[in-house]
């Protein structure tokens, strides 16, 4: 409807490392939000802003193709869907408004505890299953190491015990995931954080002003938590 189209439309993550944040973000800032509701878009009641929950992989897409004007996502994320897009030929334009002060996190080479490991050259004609091909392809480029890898949307931590692959690249955070799994952490490719990304040509003049008002509340909320 020509009435809502101007309404701000920020996408987050629905559930995963980032929603807790993300929301408390919101809420800090002063975004009344009904919390309960757990339906894909949610009515901010006290500003023109729609807040979409959505699966964090397909947040940068839906900004770089101007269906949400804002989105909160993991810098890991946003670069591989940007280097996937490089690889297609298609446009991945977005700004960074802000790095957050959450969602902390590193993409690491980890094998099985037992292996010995002597750097990148150790996974020369390896296995390696991954949620994030090309950011592991483009260190082994780097590395100039030869490896197979197989992508997985999940469940990565068990590939080597399942006989799947020889080494893993995943996200660790506490590194409880690794140490459950008999695996050992030797290489970080990535570091990274949540970052509030806003799409290109956004010329609204109303919803530029909503983010003017936005970006001091936020930079507000993260110098208190300091
Ligand atoms: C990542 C990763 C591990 C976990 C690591 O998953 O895939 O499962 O976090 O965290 P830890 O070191 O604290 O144990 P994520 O939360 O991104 O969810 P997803 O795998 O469902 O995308
Ligand atoms: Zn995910
Ligand atoms: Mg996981």
């Given at each position: 409807p020509?009435t809502?189209?101007k309404r701000l439309?920020?996408?987050?993550?629905k559930?995963g490392r980032?929603s807790?944040?993300?929301?408390a973000?919101?809420?800090s800032?002063?975004?009344?939000?009904n919390?309960?509701?757990?339906?894909l878009i949610?009515?901010?009641?006290n500003?023109d802003?729609?807040?979409l929950r959505v699966r964090?992989d397909?947040?940068?897409?839906?900004?770089?193709?101007?269906?949400?004007?804002?989105?909160i996502v993991g810098?890991?994320?946003?670069?591989?869907?940007s280097?996937?897009r490089?690889?297609?030929?298609?446009?991945f334009?977005?700004?960074?408004?802000k790095r957050?002060?959450f969602?902390?996190c590193r993409?690491?080479i980890a094998?099985?505890?037992?292996?010995?490991?002597?750097?990148p050259a150790?996974?020369d004609?390896?296995?390696?299953?991954?949620?994030?091909?090309?950011?592991?392809g483009?260190?082994?480029k780097?590395q100039g190491?030869?490896?197979r890898?197989?992508?997985l949307?999940?469940s990565?931590?068990?590939?080597p015990r399942?006989g799947l692959?020889?080494?893993?690249c995943?996200?660790?955070s506490?590194?409880?995931?690794l140490?459950a799994?008999?695996?050992?952490?030797?290489?970080?490719?990535?570091?990274?954080?949540?970052?509030?990304?806003?799409?290109k040509?956004l010329t609204?003049?109303?919803?530029?002003?909503?983010?003017d008002?936005l970006?001091?509340?936020i930079n507000?909320?993260?110098?208190?938590?300091?």
């Amino acid at each position: 409807p020509a009435t809502e189209s101007k309404r701000l439309r920020i996408a987050m993550q629905k559930s995963g490392r980032l929603s807790v944040d993300s929301q408390a973000l919101f809420t800090s800032c002063g975004l009344k939000i009904n919390l309960r509701e757990q339906r894909l878009i949610a009515h901010v009641e006290n500003m023109d802003i729609d807040i979409l929950r959505v699966r964090d992989d397909d947040i940068p897409g839906l900004v770089m193709d101007g269906v949400c004007d804002l989105g909160i996502v993991g810098e890991n994320v946003l670069e591989e869907e940007s280097l996937q897009r490089q690889l297609d030929n298609d446009s991945f334009d977005y700004t960074v408004l802000k790095r957050l002060d959450f969602g902390g996190c590193r993409l690491s080479i980890a094998v099985p505890q037992e292996d010995e490991y002597r750097g990148p050259a150790s996974l020369d004609g390896k296995t390696i299953a991954t949620t994030y091909p090309r950011l592991l392809g483009r260190y082994l480029k780097q590395q100039g190491v030869n490896a197979r890898v197989v992508n997985l949307k999940g469940s990565v931590e068990v590939a080597p015990r399942a006989g799947l692959a020889d080494a893993i690249c995943d996200l660790v955070s506490t590194g409880a995931t690794l140490e459950a799994n008999g695996l050992k952490e030797v290489d970080v490719i990535y570091r990274s954080k949540a970052v509030l990304i806003q799409r290109k040509e956004l010329t609204d003049s109303k919803q530029l002003k909503l983010i003017d008002k936005l970006m001091p509340r936020i930079n507000g909320v993260m110098q208190a938590n300091e």
